[in-house]
């Protein structure tokens, strides 16, 4: 960038060629042109800023929740944080430039089974029980993780995708059927814009020096609209 003090046309403004001139404090400004970079409408660019805008928002939905911010963080997954592994992770789950039943909210836990899913615009409900290498967490609290993946939108105005997060505490496990309800009354609005959801679940608790998770599962629903 230079200063231009004396012109033979008076003071220059404006882009010429390859320069931009302006006039800051009385003074003409001199600045190369960066130029004009066009975005790509090709679908295989469109699609590609689909998947990488699905994957960052569903990775702000799991690091939101603040168990899994931790455990993330903690992981033995290579890259510099919490938030990246989640990104680096997912990103290699996606499906058809969309999060999927491939995609994970958890690194890696312990099993579950019986496991079970209704999802309503008023609530999500998950079943589960602890499996045979698990049921020393019997009597144990857990944080019940939900994030939801919702797609195929009504409307070509809404986004393609928008994931969101909900934590029920505290919910103690045992050797039987467990139960647990999410309320999504704040965000029936959203989910009525979508015919499409993925419900991701897992438990968590980081009390312990040694974070404690589940596996990630993952329930597939298709809304009539």
Known sequence: MGRLFKTVLGKASGKVGDFVFRIVDGKVIIASHIGTNEISKSPECVNNRKRFAAVLNFASAVNKIPDLKIIWNKSRKSA????????????????????????????????????????????????????????????????????????????????????????????????????????????????DKYRKAIV????????QNKPLCSDSFAFEFNFKK
């Open 80 to 191: 510099k944080s919490g938030y990246n592994k989640i990104i680096s992770v997912n990103t290699k789950l996606v499906e058809d430039y969309q999060i999927s039943k491939q995609n994970i909210v958890t690194p890696d836990g312990f099993s579950l089974f019986n496991l079970d899913a209704v999802l309503t615009a008023q609530n999500a409900v998950v079943s589960f029980s602890l499996s045979d290498d698990s049921v020393i967490y019997s009597g144990k609290k857990f944080n019940a993780c939900l994030v939801i993946t919702l797609s195929n939108p009504v409307s070509k105005l809404n986004k393609t995708s928008f994931s969101f997060s909900n934590v029920v505490p505290d919910v103690v496990v045992d050797s039987t059927v467990s139960v647990v309800s999410f309320s999504l009354k704040n965000q029936k609005k959203i989910i």
């Open 200 to 207: 991701f679940f897992a438990l968590s608790n980081t009390e």
